[in-house]
DNA sequence: AAATAACACCACAAAATTTGTAGACTAATA
DNA sequence: TATTAGTCTACAAATTTTGTGGTGTTATTT
């Protein structure tokens, strides 16, 4: 499971990619449209920063926006910032490589399957955007009916 | 991430896979053979036991033992016995459903990437069984070289 | 039947991680 | 220079994970 962190994070950033282009937006706009305590989104937004995500401006007129178009960001790249690896064991990550503590085996017969399921994993995570997980926007409805 | 408790699961699991039909295995046994703390092996043993995956006998020449084939049990089965949801979402779950606290959008545009990583991770948990997982048994090995 | 072996069960404790908060500081703008 | 809004550090609360202790129960052996 993703913890709060990385929801919060997907959810703060699929509210800036909807506005993407329209300048900077607030801390506390997204933390009250998207119901994430303040404190802790600020944390998460200046971690997405530190990273290259995102961008932001001080002072008045200022806020947080995305630092590059939404289809540019993918969304394996956001969850190894906020979650860590995407792997299920320490031994099969590529980005959070660890030896097995006390693996036992001199050849591993279970890291086959976990390795599978990275790849199934991450052929999804790597190809999806920020532009897929995008909030829908009022302006893109059709009210013409 | 999985964690420890799933992963010494996985590595006991696979130990009895190998040993299946040659009668029950110590608790010990497992434990040093595997380097997994014994009384918490205990507890990971019992609720396998409990979820009908393991078998026991008690006293004297008693111990654990997979309660069918190895092929019997899907690694899907396992995970949500000891780890619970393997979705990345609660609200993408199949057996673990609930829905997301404080989820803002009618529609959610975020879950539609997470069923697709679901269904990915599930093609291979589901169709995998202990079997694929069984730890290399002295006897099959050659030593005919 | 007594002794012993081994799992069953309960309750707790330590450690680690996650989640959330406080407050002072810095930069930009009007 | 006052105000606005992000930056940064440190900490605190809550939860989960990991691990332990002790007693009970059942089966086997002698």
Do not use: W
């Not at 937004?45 to 002072?59: F, M, P, Q």
């Not at 690896?85 to 279970?110: G, M, N, R």
């Amino acid at each position: 499971m993703l913890s709060k962190k990385t929801q919060y994070a997907l959810r703060a950033l699929s509210f800036l990619a909807a506005r993407f282009d329209q300048g900077p937006v607030l801390i506390h706009e997204i933390a009250e449209q998207k119901k994430i305590p303040i404190k802790f989104l600020e944390n998460i937004l200046l971690e997405l920063k530190n990273a290259d995500v995102l961008d932001s401006k001080k002072g008045r007129g200022g806020g947080y926006f995305l630092k590059t178009a939404p289809n540019q960001t993918s969304l394996a790249k956001v969850m190894r910032i906020v979650e860590g690896p995407i792997a299920l064991l320490p031994c099969v990550s590529l980005y959070f490589y660890q030896k097995c503590a006390d693996c036992t085996e001199e050849v591993c017969s279970i890291n086959g399957v976990f390795i599978q399921v990275r790849d199934a994993t991450l052929k999804i995570l790597e190809s999806k955007t920020l532009e897929d997980i995008q909030e829908m926007r009022l302006e893109a409805l059709d009210f013409s009916i």
